[in-house]
Structures are given as C-alpha cells and as structure tokens.
C-alpha cells in the first residue's frame, strides 16, 4: 500500500524545538512564560500593528470567550454562517443563547450579505436584536468583509470573525483576523500552522483582550488567597505549544506560498475538465491562503464528489466533503436558518483535496492521477 496521503498534516519549520528547549531549560513548564508573550508579540506584528492577541487552548475556546465578553447570555440570539466546522457555532450554545444560521453565497462560499441582512431585519421585527454576528473564511477564502461590515454597523451589532482557516489570508491588503470586534484563530493540528492544539483571540480593545487573559486563567482576583467573583475558565495557551507557535511563525509565509501553489497545481490540472471547477479569488481584493484547495464536482457530468472521495481513499489518499451546513446538523435541526440552499448545494458537490504544505509533486500527482481516472471513464 502507498504511503498515506493526509488532508492536513502538520509541518514544523525546525525552530520550534529550539523554544520548546529553552522552556524546558527555565522550567517554564506551565500556561504562562516567555513562549506565552513571544508568540502574542509574534502575532500582534504579523497580524496588524494595532490589534492585541492572547494566546489561548483553542480556536473554539476564544469563540467562547469572546461570546462572553461581548455579554451574550441565555435567552440571546447570535446570528452565524451555516456553512462551518461546528466549533463556530456551538460557543452560542454553551452559552444558552440561540444560533440563527445564515447561507452562503457563490463567490466566496461564506456568509451572503443580502442573507445576513434579511436575518437581522426579520430578528428585529420579531423584537429579537441579535448579539453578535459570527462570519467565517472558509478554507482561506476572504468573506466579502466590506458588504458585511457595513451591514453589521448600520444595525450596530459586532462581528466576531472566525479566521481559524484564514490566518495569512487578506482582504483588501488586510489581514484576516483583524476586522471583528473580536477575531479568532486556530492553531489546531490540521491548521496552516499548528501548535498541536491552540488558538487565539485578537482585538484592537486591550481591555477585552486582558479580560479574555484574565477570565481563560480562572478568574482569579487580585487577592492573596484565592478569590474569584467572576466564573473563570481554563483556556490559556501552554508555553510548551507557545513555543512550537514561535517556530511556526517564523515560516506562515512559506506556509502560505507552498498552499497556493498546491492549488495552482490543481487548477492547471483540471482547467479542460468541464466536470471540476475551483473556487476564483473574485477579485483581486481577495488574497486566500487556500489552507485547503477545494473543488465542485458538477453532478451532471457522470461522476459526483463521492465517486472521487472513495476512489482517492481505495488509494489510502484523505480527501473530505465541504463543511456540511449547521442548519441541516442534527444537534442544530430547530435553528433558524435564512437563505436559498447555496450552501446546501455546495455541500453536496464539493471536495477538499490534500492540501498540506509539505505534499511533494509526487504526492500531488499522484492525487491527480487517480482523479483524472476517474474523469476519463465519464468521457468515455
Ligand atoms: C478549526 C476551526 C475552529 C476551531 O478551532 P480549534 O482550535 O480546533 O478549537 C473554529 N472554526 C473553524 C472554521 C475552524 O476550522
């Protein structure tokens, strides 16, 4: 059997051992250290000079917190792009407020303005202000920011953006993850960089980002004893995993060329199959990190996305459906959903391709050639 061909895979740079050394060297061995603030500093500087960061366990733990920080409470709505990894969703309910999911839109696969609009005006007319609004990049892919941000100011309702695929991704020559009020990032395993598991939330507000430091470290007033009148949480980031971040920063933008030259290999590949289509930046206003290249498989055409998805796997090769929708999730099957099935039919025709950093071209061919297999037998 071949050599397993994965999504994702992590892929260290070679420095990141050296910080994980020096933590071990000082004993700092803990969720806090010299790590800790280096990959905070890292991050602000790379991200925008005027934003904050802390450095947290997950991308999912700083969706919850910035929840929280933004006082969304039991009883709330929070309005959030359908199609996503559940992580952007399921903050909502851990805080006993109510998801309202929102379509896509063809251009980007992310949240759809005119949806989103529609969402907030009939939320309104219910007498329900939604809390926040969670937009998300999928794969990299910029949301169309501008449209959504101008929608979320005219009804005065933040925007926590979900840039956990996005990091090295920007819109207009700004970088993702600084256009919310809050913004998250992951630094999960499959991530364009990883630290094992982490994640980050990003604010130009420095007091939310100390109340994001303060509440993921339990809580803990300035007392002597141990003195709490807030309820606290476990969610900083480790120095050890702050010190793989360190090394991974030191190579996002390699990380970032080698993702879009896997999906420019893609694209020439198939440009004469009428069958594939890959996602376009629309404009060049959108720069994606293409943290995963993705395709449609058009129905019509003889074969589908699952035909490819299996006869990948037969050659131990991963490859993955798009993120299948909120609003059709079991755990979310009462929620609101507003839009026309964009995303429902993206789901059902789309496919992510192995997409890490470190394929080699024969890893890549050999991906392509099976698809191609496939394609010609429709041909035929
Ligand atoms: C990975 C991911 C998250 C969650 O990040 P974790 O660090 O795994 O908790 C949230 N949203 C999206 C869109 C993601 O892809």
């Given amino acids: 059997m071949n050599n397993k061909i994965w999504l994702s895979s992590p892929h260290m740079g070679g420095t990141e051992e050296k910080y994980v050394k020096e933590a071990f060297d000082t004993n700092w061995i803990a969720p806090l250290g010299p790590n800790v603030d280096g990959f905070e500093k890292d991050m602000e500087s790379f991200l925008r000079n005027d934003v904050h960061v802390a450095a947290l366990s997950s991308g999912t733990a700083a969706l919850h917190l910035a929840l929280i920080i933004l006082g969304v409470k039991a009883g709330d709505e929070v309005i959030c792009q359908s199609m996503t990894f559940s992580a952007s969703a399921n903050p909502i309910s851990y805080q006993g407020a109510t998801p309202v999911f929102v379509d896509s839109e063809d251009r980007t696969w992310n949240m759809s303005p005119e949806y989103l609009e529609k969402a907030i005006q009939d939320r309104i007319s219910k007498g329900k202000m939604p809390k926040a609004i969670i937009v998300v990049h999928l794969y990299g892919m910029p949301a169309e920011m501008d449209r959504i941000m101008e929608i979320a100011d ?5 925007v926590v953006e979900d840039a956990a695929e996005a ?79 360190r090394g991974q920063m030191e190579v996002l933008q390699d990380r970032v060329s080698q993702r879009r ?35 449609l498989v058009d129905p019509a055409s003889g074969t589908d996305r699952e035909e490819l998805r299996l006869a990948l796997e037969k050659e131990n090769i991963e490859s993955r459906p798009l993120w299948k929708p909120m609003h059709l999730q079991p755990v979310f099957a009462d929620a609101l959903f507003y ?10 025709n789309g496919l992510c391709l192995p997409s890490g950093s470190n394929l080699t071209s024969e890893d890549l061919a050999r991906v392509t050639t099976i698809m191609k297999r496939c394609l010609e037998k429709v041909t035929a």
């Fill in 167 to 245: 990091l090295g991704s920007s819109y207009k020559g700004r970088k993702l993850g600084t256009f919310g009020a809050m913004s998250i990032l992951s630094f999960n395993g499959n991530k364009i960089i990883t630290t094992s598991g982490g994640g980050a939330l990003v604010s130009t507000n420095e007091e939310w980002i100390k109340k994001a430091r303060f509440l993921a470290t339990q809580a803990r007033d300035n007392a002597p004893h141990y003195q709490h009148s807030h309820i606290g949480y476990n969610y900083r980031m480790s120095n050890i995993c702050a010190g793989i971040g």
């Fill in 154 to 158: 005219k009804y005065e309702i933040p």
């Fill in 261 to 295: 030259q896997n999906y420019s290999y893609y694209a020439e590949t198939f440009a004469e199959k009428a069958a594939i289509t890959l996602p376009e930046e629309p404009t060049s206003d959108f720069y994606s990190n293409r943290w995963l290249t993705t395709i």
């Fill in 339 to 348: 839009g026309d099935g964009t995303c429902e039919n993206l789901f059902n």
